[in-house]
């Protein structure tokens, strides 16, 4: 796993090692971005389920102002810290170190990101879990201009998403998985 493009071009991530994580691939990783290209720069970024910190260092290194990184796994958020020291990114970056529910309650009230980006074990129901805190929180964290995208099996059904208030503005799908691209329903703007 590399960093693809920006200012930390071609530098090698550290992955976490055993089957905890599932790192995104380049080729996805790269079509990601390709996609939010246009909307990095001096974004604020939040990266939940954050693995060894890859799609968050990318978006940094592609011009995000600033990245918050969540990941519960001691040995993932470690993974997170040295892949940011590398990478000289870590001064723009914040590794929280606990679940993603106390992750966004603690994140509660502090100014909205701009783009939030959630790669949850797959099949475990933790995206709709998280997209619901988010709403319950008055969405807090967002505002109209953000874009949640989820990370997820091809098979996840997102059509609770319209109840809870969001929007889907489009799915991109690969062989196994897909991505969701979210944003606040109007009459939640």
């Known amino acids: 796993m590399r960093v693809i493009a920006g200012k930390a071009r071609r530098l090698p991530l550290k ?11 380049d080729r996805i ?15 604020r970024f939040l990266d939940l389920f954050a693995g060894s910190g890859g ?4 978006a940094l290194s592609r011009g995000a102002e600033y990245a918050c990184f969540v990941e519960s796994a001691r040995a993932a958020a470690d993974c997170i810290r040295d892949n940011l020291a590398f990478t000289r990114l870590a001064g723009q970056a914040e590794v929280m ?5 106390t992750a966004l309650a603690r994140l509660d009230g502090r100014e909205p990101f701009g783009i939030i980006f959630m790669d949850p ?17 008055g969405f807090s964290l967002v ?3 953000t874009r949640i995208i989820v990370e997820a099996d ?19 799908e690969y062989k196994t998985n897909k991505h ?5 329903a109007e009459e939640n703007r």
């Open 55 to 58: 799609i968050g260092i990318e």
């Open 29 to 43: 990783k790269e079509t990601l971005f390709n996609i939010l290209q246009s909307d990095l720069q001096g974004v």
């Open 154 to 172: 091809i098979r996840n059904d997102f059509s609770y998403a319209e109840a809870l208030g969001y929007e889907i503005l489009r799915e991109k």
């Open 121 to 137: 074990p797959y099949k475990s129901a933790l995206e709709r879990t998280a997209l619901e805190r988010i709403a319950r929180q």
């Open 97 to 101: 170190q606990c679940d993603v529910l």
């Open 143 to 145: 505002d109209t201009d």
């Open 15 to 25: 992955t976490v090692p055993g089957q905890d994580t599932r790192p995104t691939t």
């Open 180 to 184: 969701v691209f979210l944003r606040l």
